[in-house]
């Protein structure tokens, strides 16, 4: 059984940034793609950007692309997300998520993903 515990968000002004990390227990983590997702207040969950289970490729949403950034750490089954030149409107509850297929990619869509965490809020003051 999968379990993913985001932490690391806050309150932050503008411009500013903030690093979140997702620590996963289990011994799949290394072997599986993983995405961080979003969702803003009355707003459906959207894609922010995925990296293959060796972090040797990752992807961006074109909102966050020169901004975040995505790793991991598979000797400590942690993944992260760098948050730079932080906007109003990236303020939202941010997900972490494992991707259901072993030594695949990521996927874009919430379908592809069998695990969550339970989200960290982010919020950007203007």
């Known amino acids: 059984q999968v379990q993913l515990v985001e932490s690391g968000g806050g309150l932050v002004q503008a411009g500013g940034s903030l690093r979140l990390s997702c620590a996963a227990s289990?011994?799949?983590?290394?072997?599986?793609?993983m995405g961080w997702f979003r969702q803003a207040p009355g707003k459906d969950r959207e894609f922010v950007g995925g990296?293959?289970?060796?972090?040797?490729?990752?992807y961006y949403a074109d909102s966050v692309k020169g901004r975040f950034t995505i790793s991991r750490d598979n000797a400590k089954n942690t993944l992260y997300l760098q948050m730079n030149s932080l906007k109003s409107e990236d303020t939202a509850v941010y997900y972490c998520?494992?991707?259901?297929?072993?030594?695949?990619?990521?996927?874009?869509?919430?379908?592809?993903?069998?695990?969550w965490g339970q989200g960290t809020q982010v919020t950007v003051s203007s």
């Open positions: 998520a494992q991707a259901t297929d072993l030594f695949g990619n990521y996927g874009l869509t919430e379908e592809k993903y069998g695990a």
């Open positions: 990296i293959t289970w060796s972090g040797s490729n990752t």
């Open positions: 289990g011994r799949t983590f290394s072997h599986a793609g």
